[in-house]
């Protein structure tokens, strides 16, 4: 008798737990939601520079072309520590050296030569005062580069800045959220899921800069800075309920 009353006792526990699985699986089925992307900018003032040089010679031997520029590189390095720019600010980049051929035939490439060999340097150079970028370059240039890649602007510390693109993308996707809620005649009920995206500010970068030489006077190379733009994106889902 005990046997039989607790077997009807596990049945109908497990018909009610069935019955509770049932329902709430229905109302997860029955939920409306909404998804929505949000897009949040900030611009910010950089406050450090990577200017990008280079230097390359051509010799008849490989030797002498990497002494060359091996040369050029030292003069380089010993011109804008003089500046007051830490050695430490300064990276190799990129180191190269290789033949020259010479035109030969088209036809038969085997009569190729090799005609001198050439070979390069480039370096970074990290600027922490921004007003020293155009005597970084100008020192540079005058110790024996000759190539200029570019000025990319950067921030020291991003975090605030790209918090603070992350509030207004969150704030940009509530008001879409509300916007679309209303014309559909529903209302947001509350914030289901939030994924973050975008990306970090995107260095600024000047390029094909020149030094400017009139009758032998040298202007200075003027760089502006401008802003960066940090941006970021949020993906929200929203649960809608009628009004």
Do not use: C, W
Not at 12 to 27: D, K, N, P, R, W
Not at 66 to 79: C, R
Not at 80 to 107: A, N
Not at 209 to 228: K, S, Y
């Amino acid at each position: 008798m005990r046997v039989r009353i607790f077997s009807l006792l596990v049945i109908a526990l497990s018909v009610a737990f069935s019955i509770h699985l049932f329902a709430q699986s229905e109302a997860e089925t029955e939920r409306a939601e909404l998804v929505v992307v949000g897009h949040g900018k900030v611009l910010a003032d950089p406050d450090r520079a990577a200017v990008e040089l280079g230097v390359t010679k051509r010799a008849q031997t490989a030797r002498v072309a990497q002494d060359e520029v091996n040369q050029t590189v030292q003069l380089i390095v010993s011109a804008l520590s003089d500046l007051g720019i830490d050695r430490k600010s300064i990276q190799t980049s990129r180191v190269q050296l290789h033949p020259v051929y010479s035109s030969g035939s088209r036809q038969n490439p085997a009569t190729r030569e090799i005609v001198a060999y050439e070979a390069g340097y480039s370096l970074s150079v990290r600027v922490s005062d921004l007003s020293q970028v155009g005597t970084v370059i100008d020192l540079a240039l005058e110790a024996g580069a000759n190539q200029l890649r570019g000025v990319r602007y950067e921030l020291s510390d991003e975090a605030p800045f790209r918090q603070l693109a992350l509030k207004k993308a969150v704030q940009d996707a509530s008001a879409k959220a509300e916007v679309l809620a209303t014309a559909s005649g529903t209302q947001v009920a509350r914030i289901v899921e939030i994924l973050e995206g975008g990306s970090p500010g995107r260095p600024i970068e000047q390029r094909n800069l020149r030094m400017m030489a009139a009758e032998g006077m040298q202007a200075e190379t003027a760089v502006l800075p401008g802003q960066l733009a940090v941006r970021a994106s949020v993906t929200i889902r929203f649960e809608i309920a009628p009004e």
